[in-house]
Nanobody, 124 residues
Framework: QVQLVESGGGSVQAGGSLRLSCVVSGYTYGSLRMGWFRQAPGKEREGVAGIGRNGIKIYAESVKGRFTISQDNAKNILYLQVNSLKPEDTGMYYC??????????????????WGQGTQVTVSS
């Protein structure tokens, strides 16, 4: 019953910013860990950021200092603020959820619930 609906993707120039959103429904508050993943054409899906039930956040080294994951618990919305975008950030961005204690490894195989994806395109 868990559903994730994303929005906020778009096309921007290098150095620009976007705010991705993911509305989560069909779950009990506080029962899931959340994450953001991305996949570029011809590449494997990779973890970008995650947030645990305790609010602790983790980031891939490639985005640390530029991306920020956050959540509005009252509205059940997960956000990913992406700043200082680079062309290599281009890809389909997915929000995902898991109840696994291994969430902090950001392995896509550990996440059982996925959004539809939202495209982020960064031009040079």
């Amino acid at each position: 019953q868990v559903q994730l609906v994303e929005s906020g993707g778009g096309s921007v120039q290098a150095g620009g910013s976007l705010r991705l959103s993911c509305v989560v429904s069909g779950y009990t508050y506080g029962s899931l860990r959340m994450g953001w993943f991305r996949q570029a054409p011809g590449k494997e899906r990779e973890g970008v950021a995650g947030i645990g039930r305790n609010g602790i956040k983790i980031y891939a080294e490639s985005v640390k200092g530029r991306f920020t994951i956050s959540q509005d618990n009252a509205k059940n919305i997960l956000y990913l603020q992406v700043n200082s975008l680079k062309p290599e950030d281009t890809g389909m961005y997915y929000c995902a959820a898991t109840d696994s204690p291994k969430w902090y490894f950001l392995l896509h195989g550990d996440f059982g619930y996925w959004g539809q994806g939202t495209q982020v395109t960064v031009s040079s």
